[in-house]
């Protein structure tokens, strides 16, 4: 969940990635269709035609013209691009997915979904099971938490396609001049604010998002994965936003306010921006944030702390792993599909390891397969991202259900409260009986 307003291709030259903003909405009015986004070459080749609806993706190259090499090169297949919104204005792609994929008149072959959609679209019956197609061990070329997003019920109903997660940013100057290392957990990243403070070298020690809105569960996915736990079991049934791990991680987020005092409650009422601004303008020891911030703080236009920054996971609890909460867009084949076999065939081109590189030279979005932090043509196209591998690798999904969006709303209600009133224990277990009735309906 980035900021899409922000130019890719900027981000690109000097190294990170953007993504969309989540939200959601309540209207089903449809809405106008994309544009074609190019002429239809398989009319009078006699291939196969491969329909590709995919969201707007910021950049100087269309769509059309990114899949031209897998036209030019298939003598049986030729992809027409039909195009959404872009990402910024997911409630709109989401209704418009929704009315296509549901109509199940073979219109969609292939389609990209925001990372939080294919378990709704899966148990609807509208995305291919591609399980026989691409086993576990090319499932393995992906990040874990990504090839976990698009698993529902033991399929795989999805490929990885580009992600961003969490990561902490910090003053890596700061923290050199005090002699103070990376804190890899929160009780480290607590104690070093704290004494940054203190000594007054630094306004604010840890900034983070916790207004009521859709940034707010990513940042409780992030804590709460920190701790070992999970807001819903693997079966997508089981609640457990109110065991001991996320009592532990709601807690800390409640301290950092209070007890500790490392953090503003401004941040009550801040999205990405409002948290950005501060650490960009010298003001903050710590951030949690996207991968965008990257470009933003090497920018001295906009930034007081140019080559100043350093990125790394998310810290963590004892006992715990970092964990951080993913975003991007995935890929889909439609069960309606007409064209199946071509529809598949273009997913293994969209995320081989070619066609990653020069979709994240061309639209500045981090590749999904592991190998390609370990090509120096990532590196070439951008330091930035190649350092990010570590922190992807602990990539970890929001809630995988098809009541995302009842699921999300509940949270981001609750712990709203409980960040407010300190009443942890009482509003999580108000929360998961509210979430027990959504997931079992």
Known sequence: MGKDALSRRGFIKLGGGALGALVFGSSLAACGQGSAGGSNPAASSGRKVINFVTAKFESTTSMQDFVKPFNDSSSSYQVVVRELPPPSQSTEVHQQLVQQLGAASGDID????????????ASAGWAMDLSSEFPQGERDKFFPGLVQSVTWQDKLVGLPFYLDAGQLYYRKDVL???????????????????????????????????KQAEVLVCNVVSFVGGAGGAILGPDGKTVMIADQPAQTAIQFMYDTMNSLNITPKDVLSWDEEPSRKPFTAGNAAFLRQWSYVWKVSQDASQSQVVDKVGVAPLPHFPGGKSAACLGGYQLGVSESSKNKDGAVEFLRWMTSLDTQIRYAELFGSNPALRSAYADPRLAKVSPAMVQLKDVFEGGTPRPITPKYPQVSLAIQSAVSKALTTGDVAGNLAKVKSEIEKIVST
Request: glycine share 10%; no cysteine.
């Open 176 to 210: 050199k001049d005090k002699g103070m290392k990376v804190p890899t957990t929160w009780q480290e990243l607590a104690t070093s604010a704290k004494a940054l403070q203190g000594s007054g070298d630094i306004k604010n020690g840890f900034l983070w998002q916790g």
């Open 110 to 121: 292939v389609f990209t979904q925001d990372v939080i959609w294919p378990a709704e679209f």
